[in-house]
């Protein structure tokens, strides 16, 4: 097994379709398929974590091992963020007012000394609602556009 990044499956048992990923965040857009992660190989002390819907809303699960996902999210993740115990997922999430402009949220870890943990989903699009689901110290950079 690689220690550098995580495989995601499109069957149980760590089989079918695979993807490899870095840490990161990876929206529907990013992944080779919607919907089809059945397993997972992670590498020790990583993290990832599923989200039903896409741009990492909806209900989430975490996941430290390597197996299968569960009956309660086979086939349905959307978007996930993948940790390592040097990086931190990177979530970055846009968001179009009612007046068409949007902006854009930077939310940043990427301590080396930290356990991968930190993270905010997004609640309600507009007006903006963050949930922090996860409690660690991290960066967040609100660059709205010019009005």
């Known amino acids: 097994m690689a220690d550098d990044h995580v495989i995601v499956h499109g069957e149980r048992g ?41 741009m990492f809303g909806g209900r989430s699960k975490a996941l430290t091992v390597t197996g299968d996902v569960g009956d309660d999210f086979d086939n349905i993740t959307s978007s996930l963020t993948v940790s390592s115990p040097e990086k931190e997922a990177i979530v970055k999430v846009g968001n179009v007012h009612k007046d068409s402009k949007g902006g854009t949220i930077t939310i940043e870890q990427n301590d080396v000394d930290v356990d991968a943990k930190s993270l905010l989903r997004l609640s309600q699009k507009f ?21």
Do not use: H, R
Request: proline content about 8%.
């Open 14 to 54: 760590c089989k079918g379709k695979s993807q490899a990923l870095k840490p990161g965040a990876y929206d529907t857009s990013a992944l080779d398929d919607n919907d089809f992660i059945s397993s997972v190989t992670i590498p020790k002390g990583w993290t990832v974590t599923l989200y039903e819907d896409s």
């Open 127 to 147: 007006p903006p609602k963050y949930e922090q689901i996860m409690v660690l110290s991290f960066t967040m950079t609100i660059d709205q556009p010019d009005i």
